[in-house]
């Protein structure tokens, strides 16, 4: 079945510093590919997307690029912010299971000043 | 637009009980899922609506059930509350279904079940 894997926390960097969280998927046919952000208290917001084989999804200085090749899904960005702390969630659609969404297990980011 | 909304935002209820969270879609949009969220399991799919009829449904037991109206208001009702049910209950909304379209999540109702 469908399912993500996601880099484990939690992960703590200074400010100014580069991010990567890691994401792989297995589906079994043309997955969408999302970026969820939850902040404390409050539901998931999404953060960017991407449909198809080497799109890249951006939003507020983060990026991923949907890999087909290598199933991955990475989220990063080049400086992060204290504002940038929260919980992400990498998430699939599949085209074969209509709506339903499959998470990942969330990577909570703490950014110091 | 309005956002996603779900009420009540906080719950305490006492193993035995019943619960029915309530959400309301952004205008517009026909499909509500919900999810239950917690720190072990992460978040796990519920079911989902779309034009009052059940699509999918996760592998909850019979315990939790749900429903949506013709404007397109959903609610989900937990009966025989356990204690291993207490967590956040999100609904998500989108235009349509099938296909992958991107899901608008509410800020969720926290259930503690005592």
């Known amino acids: 079945g469908d399912s993500v894997t996601q880099m484990e926390g939690p992960v703590t960097l200074s400010e100014e510093a580069c991010l990567t969280i890691n994401c792989t998927y297995t589906a079994t046919g043309y997955p969408s590919l999302f970026w969820y952000v939850q902040y404390p208290g409050e539901g998931l917001q999404l953060l960017l997307k991407?449909?198809?084989?080497?799109d890249k999804g951006s939003n507020k200085g983060f990026e991923a690029t949907y890999r087909k090749e290598t199933t991955s899904f990475h989220l990063e960005k080049g400086s992060v912010q204290v504002s940038d702390s929260a919980v992400y969630f990498c998430a699939l659609s599949d085209r074969n299971t209509g709506n339903q969404f499959y998470f990942g297990t969330g990577t909570s980011l703490t950014v110091i000043p | 637009k309005a956002g996603v909304t779900q009420t009540p935002r906080y719950l305490i209820k006492t193993r035995g009980q019943q619960v029915t969270l309530s959400c309301s879609p952004i205008?517009?949009?026909?499909?509500v899922s919900w999810y239950q969220q917690t720190p072990g399991q992460g978040l796990q799919f519920l079911f989902e609506y779309f034009s009052e009829t059940q699509r999918n449904k996760g592998n909850f037991p019979g315990r939790f059930s749900g429903r949506q109206f013709s404007n397109s208001r959903s609610e989900m009702n937990v009966s025989t509350l356990e204690l291993g049910d207490s967590a956040l209950y999100l609904c998500?909304?989108?235009f349509g279904t099938g296909g992958a379209k991107t899901q608008y999540f509410g800020p969720g109702t926290r259930l503690l079940v005592l």
């Open positions: 205008s517009g949009h026909r499909s």
């Open positions: 991407a449909t198809k084989a080497d």
């Open positions: 998500a909304s989108s």
